[in-house]
């Protein structure tokens, strides 16, 4: 199960509505990550869109509630802007709102991405052995995000896999691969000892810092020419 509302609308579209939020990330004295807010911003924005864009939504628009006072404002949209430019999204349109009645001690952002798709288009699959999987990227949280950005699966790779037909794409939160492979395959119970892989698959993947790829295998080498050294197999065994 996807971490998504679809809304469906008479004439074959549905509305698909996205979040993420972060707190104690920020530039605040008692934050426990110190990044600027256009980073803050970027990777709130960077978990909402890809699962947008995995459920088949297009990004339409953004709100963002900004618990960060009103100085960071310009820097949070620009750290979506910066998002939106790596998509090549554009006339993508922005809002929120600001508390700036009371100052809190740590910085939290919340963000909502809207997108629009066919209802008709099937974005997920039934667990088959037949199918392949792979993780794109490494799960990596905190001050890992920063210091070992190469290995966080970029944007525009995560838009150009998504175009591969019939892909399932899966972002990885902060529960970890092994959680998401059950909500994959809800119909499927995977245990830990089932998953051969060289990547944690416990390990919280903060703001999607990789994704899941379940694909037929033929497309295994679009897949790998796409994604380089970022690309990992990963095995369900019976």
């Known amino acids: 199960m996807r971490d998504i509302v679809t809304i469906p609308f008479s004439g074959g579209d549905s509305l698909i509505i996205t979040c993420d939020n972060s707190g104690a990330i920020g530039m605040r004295e008692q934050d426990h990550v ?49 998002g939106l430019s790596e998509l090549e999204l554009s006339g993508v349109s922005i809002s929120g709102s600001t508390e700036s009645n009371f100052q809190l001690l740590q910085s939290a952002v919340g963000l ?27 799960p990596l949280v905190g001050d890992e995000v920063i ?49 051969s892989t060289t990547v944690d698959i416990i390990k919280s993947a903060g703001p999607s810092t990789c994704f899941m790829a379940c694909f037929q295998p033929e497309q295994e080498e679009i897949l790998r020419k796409i994604t380089g050294d970022l690309f990992h197999t990963l095995e369900i065994k019976k």
């Not at 990044?35 to 990004?59: D, K, L, Q, S, T």
């Open 112 to 138: 909502v991405v809207l997108g629009k798709k066919s209802t008709a288009q099937i974005t997920d699959r039934t667990f088959s052995e037949q199918l392949k999987l792979a993780v794109v990227g490494l």
């Open 147 to 195: 210091e070992l950005k190469d290995q966080v699966a970029p944007l525009h790779i995560f838009k150009e896999v998504s175009k591969i037909n019939d892909i399932m794409l899966w972002p990885v939160g902060s529960k970890g691969i092994l959680y998401e492979l059950n909500q994959m395959f809800p119909n499927e119970k995977i245990t830990q000892d089932r998953v």
């Open 34 to 82: 110190h990044v600027p807010y256009e980073i803050v911003a970027y990777y709130a924005f960077r978990v909402a869109a890809m699962e947008c864009i995995a459920a088949g939504g297009e990004p339409i628009s953004v709100l963002l509630h900004n618990f960060c006072g009103n100085e960071p404002w310009d820097e949070l949209v620009e750290g979506i802007e910066l």
